[in-house]
């Protein structure tokens, strides 16, 4: 990660910028969908299923995520239980949200996406979270892959 950072010349009163870069041996996050046993993608078919304006607010909601990852905070996000976060988007008239969670080796799984009709996030929609979630684990821990 680089950030550039200003510093100020006092004999001359002009802002210089240098780049310093923050934990340059550690792994960029990356991100991923959940996929079924059968193959199919849910996150892909509910991302699939929004008109471009809200699918292309979605795509830069988790690009954002993926460049704060754990840092990020509300309204970008929202913890909802244990290890499942919501990432959050609204379009005109409606609110959508994709549950995921952090998992080893820096990677950001996204298990679910549901338009949210509610205050509270429906039971439903968490079992389903649930479920892929306690799937991507044990398929996981099958292929050898890392613990959380």
Do not use: C
Not at 17 to 26: A, G
Not at 100 to 118: C, D, N, P, S, W
């Amino acid at each position: 990660m680089v950030f550039v950072v200003p510093s100020l010349s006092y004999l001359t009163a002009h802002v210089q910028y240098t780049k310093i870069r923050i934990m340059p041996d550690q792994p960029e996050w990356t991100t991923e969908f959940y996929v079924a046993r059968d193959g199919t993608s849910p996150i892909e078919a509910f991302l699939d299923s929004l008109d471009p304006k809200t699918r292309a607010r979605f795509l830069w909601s988790m690009e954002q995520l993926r460049v704060r990852n754990v840092q990020a905070r509300e309204p970008l996000v929202k913890h909802l239980e244990d290890k499942l976060w919501e990432l959050r988007e609204e379009s005109r008239t409606n609110i959508y949200r994709i549950i995921y969670f952090f998992y080893a080796g820096r990677r950001i799984v996204f298990l679910h996406g549901f338009q949210k009709k509610t205050q509270k996030t429906p039971q439903k929609e968490l079992d389903i979270a649930r479920t892929r979630y306690e799937d991507f684990l044990s398929r996981e821990e099958e292929n050898g892959g890392d613990t959380p």
